[in-house]
């Protein structure tokens, strides 16, 4: 049988949920739900995490008037995914009730070095469909940070720096971001 011929069986959030909550999964499996099927993430090398754990300190500035999410699933219409980081807004509750939504989230990071294509083809347009107003790909092995919003991306390089759009008076240096 053919890829194309495959039967897939998609999943509702819902009963991603639930098979989350049955322990039908390992603690260690590194799965994600995008557009109804289960999806196995990459693992995490070294480049990539302290590239995350930069991202997350630069995001201290934020202090209570937003929350970064490392790694922690969002929730969109037929998706959950886990975005790198997650930026989101405060609930004094961390998100117990529920994971953020696109009303709640302000803007997402993905950290790309073998996941490149996956990130900017897949994740990035499913984030921007959903309504979140932006997704910043750092792309790790391009040395650069690209930028969509509703508009044209944009790229940018060492040197250059950016402003978040719900946060005007924070700007971040791509030299910052990338280390």
């Given amino acids: 049988m053919s890829p194309s011929e495959m039967i ?3 999943f509702s959030v819902e009963q991603y949920h639930q098979m989350i909550d049955a322990g039908i999964f390992a603690p260690d499996d590194r799965l994600e739900l995008i557009h109804g099927e289960l999806v196995k993430m990459s693992p995490i090398n070294r480049r990539h995490a302290a590239c995350c ?10 202090g209570r008037r937003a929350m970064k999410r490392i790694q922690d699933p969002i929730t969109l219409a037929d998706s959950e995914p886990q975005p790198d980081v997650a ?3 405060w609930r004094d509750d961390f998100y117990l009730a529920g994971h953020p939504t696109p009303p709640d989230i302000y803007w997402v990071i993905e950290v790309a070095d073998t996941t490149i294509t996956y990130d900017r083809g897949v994740k990035v347009p499913l984030y921007l469909s959903a309504g979140i107003p932006e997704a910043w790909l750092v792309n790790l092995d ?7 919003r509703q508009k044209e991306p944009q790229i940018l390089r060492r040197g250059q720096s950016l402003t978040p759009i719900q946060f005007p008076e924070f700007v971040f240096g ?5 280390g």
Avoid at 54 to 60: G, K, M, T
Avoid at 142 to 148: A, S
Wanted: glycine share 0%.
């Fill in 8 to 10: 897939r069986h998609r």
């Fill in 142 to 148: 391009e040395d650069c940070l690209e930028v969509y």
């Fill in 53 to 62: 754990a930069r991202i997350s300190y630069l995001l201290e500035c934020l």
């Fill in 87 to 89: 930026i989101v807004r």
């Fill in 174 to 178: 791509v030299d910052e971001l990338l």
